[in-house]
């Protein structure tokens, strides 16, 4: 597989764009509408945005060896307390993401990443660029859960056309 540097920038200023239009969704409903349960894998929309969120925290610590998440695996759907609290870490990861990608160069994404993995209970190592490929999509899987539960909440859902995104930020 091969991942070049200009598709990670383009794929975190995506992310941030629709996040930047999740958070404003999230701030149009009530909390109760956030945490109802809507039968998807992780339940809410607030569980769900806390998965998310839980989980690029956990990637960007391998990619970039910064801080990972300060839950235990057991505690992503809950890894913030409040949608405020969930807005402004979201805002935060993804500016993370951002300077990560901008500094990224193509012979930075060779080679293998290797770590433990609570799921499976054991070290894994597979190639970087596949990692990162998964991260980006990771993030639009379940964006596209959150899409479809704000549309069934009535909420304004994001524009999620990549072709639609602003040519020049702020993307977030």
């Known amino acids: 597989m091969r991942v070049f540097p200009e598709y990670c920038v383009t794929m975190a200023r995506y992310n941030a764009w629709q996040n930047k239009q999740v958070r404003a969704a999230f701030e149009s409903l009530p909390e109760a509408e956030l945490r109802k349960n809507r039968k998807a894998f992780f339940g809410s929309l607030m569980k769900t945005a806390n ?65 433990y993995s609570n799921a499976l209970g054991q070290e894994v190592t597979k190639p970087l660029d596949l990692c990162i490929t998964h991260f980006f999509n990771h993030q639009t899987h379940h964006r596209g859960q959150i899409h479809a539960m704000l549309t069934a909440a009535g909420a304004k859902a994001p524009v999620t056309d990549l072709f639609i995104m602003p040519e020049e930020g702020p993307w977030f």
Not at 63 to 78: L, T
Not at 96 to 111: F, N, Q, S
Request: charged share 25%.
């Open 51 to 115: 998965h998310l969120l839980w989980g690029d925290t956990l990637w960007m610590s391998r990619f970039d060896g910064g801080a990972g998440p300060d839950v235990d695996a057991s505690q992503h759907a809950e890894f913030t307390p409040t949608p405020a609290v969930w807005s402004g870490e979201r805002f935060k990861m993804d500016a993370r993401i951002l300077r990560w990608t901008d500094g990224l160069h193509a012979v930075d994404m060779k080679g293998n990443l290797t770590w």
